[in-house]
């Protein structure tokens, strides 16, 4: 079983029309934020349907495809790669997560974060040392999303502070999908933690927090109080 093996079968479904559409969505033209990126045109549910063909792919090859320059190759391979480790032992799965932290270049895009870190470097760490989450937190756009989506895996057991802590670390990060990415965690964190933690930070750093970071923290605030929050009147 081989990555060409996998990319036969992605080729075989590939649509020239999805991969335009998969191009403009996914900002690939000159200057945005995925320039270069490569699509052939297939949907997530048809990549998942053939990583459960090559579920057991040897994990050389699955970084081999982690390292293509098609987009549907690396999420497919990070898809693989996360099934691999749910079943893999304590240090199979070492070995798993180092081998994603060297790849974080061909990890370059919020769809293939979004979908892999929190379940595997999340995973990971959960009963670890986080120290890596912010060396990552001073890299690039990407390895930046890499760190705070991994916490989502903490907030989903009950721990909010490395992703506040990196909250605070990225209010002063200029590009949209960073605010959008920390107002995501944060919202979740008054969702599955605690309210109160959250409007504490909000409270605490309101006069620098983005105003995309913002709305998206409050989305499940009661009206009257997000519109407070928008309006800059609330009390500390």
Same mark, same amino acid.
């Given at each position: 079983?081989?990555?060409?093996?996998?990319?036969?079968?992605?080729?075989?479904?590939?649509?020239?029309?999805?991969? !335009?559409?998969?191009?403009?969505?996914?900002?690939?033209?000159?200057?945005?934020?995925?320039?270069?990126?490569?699509?052939?045109?297939? !949907?997530?549910?048809?990549?998942?349907?053939?990583?459960?063909?090559?579920?057991?792919?040897?994990?050389?090859?699955?970084?081999?495809?982690?390292?293509?320059?098609?987009?549907?190759?690396?999420?497919?391979?990070?898809?693989?790669?996360?099934?691999?480790?749910?079943?893999?032992?304590?240090?199979?799965?070492?070995?798993?997560?180092?081998?994603?932290?060297?790849?974080?270049?061909?990890?370059?895009?919020?769809?293939?974060?979004?979908?892999?870190?929190?379940?595997?470097?999340?995973?990971?760490?959960?009963?670890?040392?986080?120290?890596?989450?912010?060396?990552?937190?001073?890299?690039?756009?990407?390895?930046?999303?890499?760190?705070?989506?991994?916490?989502?895996?903490?907030?989903?057991?009950?721990?909010?502070?490395?992703?506040?802590?990196?909250?605070?670390?990225?209010?002063?990060?200029?590009?949209?999908?960073?605010?959008?990415?920390?107002?995501? !965690?944060?919202?979740?964190?008054?969702?599955?933690?605690?309210?109160?933690?959250?409007?504490?930070?909000?409270?605490?750093?309101?006069?620098?927090?983005?105003?995309?970071?913002?709305?998206?923290?409050?989305?499940?605030?009661?009206?009257?109080?997000?519109?407070?929050?928008?309006?800059?009147?609330?009390?500390?």
């Amino acid at each position: 079983m081989k990555s060409a093996d996998v990319k036969r079968a992605l080729q075989a479904r590939a649509s020239k029309e999805k991969a !335009a559409i998969y191009q403009r969505f996914f900002k690939t033209g000159k200057g945005e934020y995925g320039e270069g990126d490569v699509f052939i045109g297939l !949907a997530v549910p048809e990549q998942r349907n053939i990583a459960k063909q090559f579920k057991d792919l040897p994990l050389p090859e699955t970084i081999k495809l982690l390292q293509s320059k098609i987009h549907e190759h690396r999420l497919t391979a990070l898809i693989i790669l996360m099934e691999q480790f749910k079943k893999a032992d304590e240090k199979k799965q070492k070995q798993m997560y180092a081998l994603y932290l060297n790849n974080t270049q061909y990890i370059n895009n919020w769809d293939l974060i979004d979908l892999s870190a929190p379940r595997i470097v999340g995973a990971y760490l959960l009963d670890k040392p986080r120290k890596i989450l912010y060396q990552l937190a001073k890299g690039n756009l990407w390895e930046k999303r890499i760190a705070i989506l991994a916490t989502f895996t903490f907030i989903h057991h009950g721990e909010s502070r490395d992703t506040l802590r990196l909250a605070k670390q990225y209010l002063g990060e200029t590009h949209d999908l960073s605010h959008k990415a920390t107002g995501w !965690a944060l919202r979740e964190v008054g969702k599955r933690v605690s309210e109160q933690e959250l409007e504490q930070f909000l409270q605490k750093h309101y006069k620098s927090i983005p105003r995309t970071t913002l709305r998206y923290a409050i989305e499940r605030f009661p009206e009257q109080k997000r519109q407070a929050y928008l309006k800059g009147a609330i009390s500390s």
